[in-house]
């Protein structure tokens, strides 16, 4: 609920609608956990509430996983029924490098701070319906959709687990975790809001991925700058040959149809829009390719620049992790075309948290 919401709750209680931004300021910006801890109220009204039913829905983090590079991989449980999701904390150190922390740095609740930035990948579904064929996610199929507390609930449980301080730390999400965002769009965006507006996130920290959902990015585009985040593009595939193939739902949404939907988006000053690049050993990562994404980028126009991820290999995902050659010589050629790129290091690979691992691989307790 936003301000607003628990205004009306409030007042439905015969209490002034201010009492809910006192509520809001509780239990987003302080992060109280319990009705009982939001002492602003008076301690009969925060009676009333709990005796009411009313309770601070915020998700657990049953289980942590911890990666020998830093980052680490929540299971995360909300209150409603006993569905997980998992949310990935991923710290860089002062030099950007955090590959040299040892393991039990890195472990220790709320211990030594051993970051001076962080992304947070957040989850927007229980699984996922579209069906890529590289992805692990896609093999739990759709479960459900999260709802907008439980999306920015994931966000604001693993800000406090890390004692984050908002307006002073730096804290980016990537709305890249299980499921697709624009398929669950409504909550997606209230979610959004509510870390933009309660918790006081900033929109331009925040990018949101999409394997290609017109209608959803059509939506997206329509989007008030001061809460819309980033845009990022599953491409994945060179021509829409490849890309029906390695995903199916291009056949629905091929290339040309995503890239005019994103050219409705109104950018703001620099900023670009990312297209996403999964490296499959022999399938996606030869030279002809890369010359093919070049013509791809440069043709859309758009101020772009392309992500690569060499894949993460999954049990029972047929494909092979592309050589550390093949990648280099790809980023090169992509280089060399004028288009802007980066490669994406994988983070926690080794506890299933890189991209396309997230996926419920244990049951919470
Ligand atoms: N559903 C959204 C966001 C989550 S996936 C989307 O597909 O865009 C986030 C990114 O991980 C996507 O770009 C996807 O192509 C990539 N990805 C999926 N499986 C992967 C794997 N096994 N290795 C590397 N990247 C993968
Ligand atoms: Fe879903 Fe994204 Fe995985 Fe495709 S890559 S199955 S859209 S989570």
């Known amino acids: 609920m936003n301000v607003a919401e628990l205004g009306e709750v409030l007042g439905s209680l015969g209490e002034p609608k201010w009492r809910g931004k006192q509520v809001a300021e509780a239990i987003y910006r302080q992060r109280i956990v319990d009705v009982e801890g939001i002492t602003p109220l008076p301690k009969a009204l925060r009676e009333k509430l709990r005796e009411e039913g009313w309770q601070v829905g915020?998700?657990?983090?049953?289980?942590?996983?911890?990666?020998?590079?830093?980052?680490?991989?929540?299971?995360?449980?909300?209150?409603?029924?006993?569905?997980?999701?998992?949310?990935?904390?991923?710290?860089?150190?002062?030099?950007?490098?955090?590959?040299?922390?040892?393991?039990?740095?890195?472990?220790?609740?709320?211990?030594?701070?051993?970051?001076?930035?962080?992304?947070?990948?957040?989850?927007?579904?229980?699984?996922?319906?579209?069906?890529?064929?590289?992805?692990?996610?896609?093999?739990?199929?759709?479960?459900?959709?999260?709802?907008?507390?439980?999306?920015?609930?994931?966000?604001?449980?693993?800000?406090?687990?890390?004692?984050?301080?908002?307006?002073?730390?730096?804290v980016n999400l990537v709305f890249m975790g299980m499921g697709e965002p624009f398929l669950n769009y409504d909550n997606f965006m209230q979610g959004v809001r509510l870390l933009v507006e309660e918790v006081g996130l900033s929109p331009q920290r925040m990018t949101v991925s999409t394997s290609g959902i017109v209608p959803g990015i059509e939506r997206f585009a329509q989007e008030p700058a001061e809460i819309r985040p980033k845009l990022a593009i599953s491409l994945n595939a060179p021509n829409d040959q490849v890309r029906s193939e390695v995903m199916p739902i291009n056949r629905k949404w091929p290339i040309e149809a995503v890239v005019d939907a994103v050219r409705g988006v109104k950018l703001r000053a620099r900023e670009r829009v990312t297209f996403e690049y999964v490296l499959l050993g022999g399938v996606t990562d030869q030279p002809k390719h890369a010359a093919e994404v070049a013509r791809l980028v440069r043709r859309t126009g758009l101020p772009a620049k392309v992500n690569l991820i060499a894949w993460n290999p999954g049990p029972g995902v047929p494909y092979s992790t592309p050589s550390e050659d093949a990648v280099e010589t790809f980023r090169r050629a992509l280089g060399a075309e004028g288009v802007p790129v980066y490669l994406r290091r994988p983070r926690g690979r080794d506890i299933y948290a890189a991209c396309g691992q997230l996926k419920r691989t244990v049951e919470a307790p």
């Not at 409603?80 to 950007?96: I, N, S």
């Not at 999260?146 to 406090?160: H, M, N, P």
Request: glycine share 16%; net charge negative.
């Open 58 to 170: 915020r998700p657990s983090l049953v289980q942590v996983f911890t990666s020998v590079d830093g980052t680490e991989r929540y299971l995360v449980q909300g209150p409603a029924d006993g569905l997980t999701v998992e949310t990935v904390w991923m710290p860089e150190g002062d030099e950007g490098e955090a590959g040299d922390t040892t393991g039990e740095e890195a472990g220790g609740e709320g211990g030594g701070r051993n970051w001076d930035r962080a992304t947070i990948c957040v989850s927007s579904q229980v699984g996922c319906a579209v069906n890529c064929q590289f992805c692990l996610t896609a093999k739990l199929g759709l479960q459900r959709n999260l709802t907008a507390g439980e999306i920015a609930g994931q966000v604001v449980a693993v800000l406090d687990r890390h004692g984050v301080e908002i307006g002073k730390d730096r």
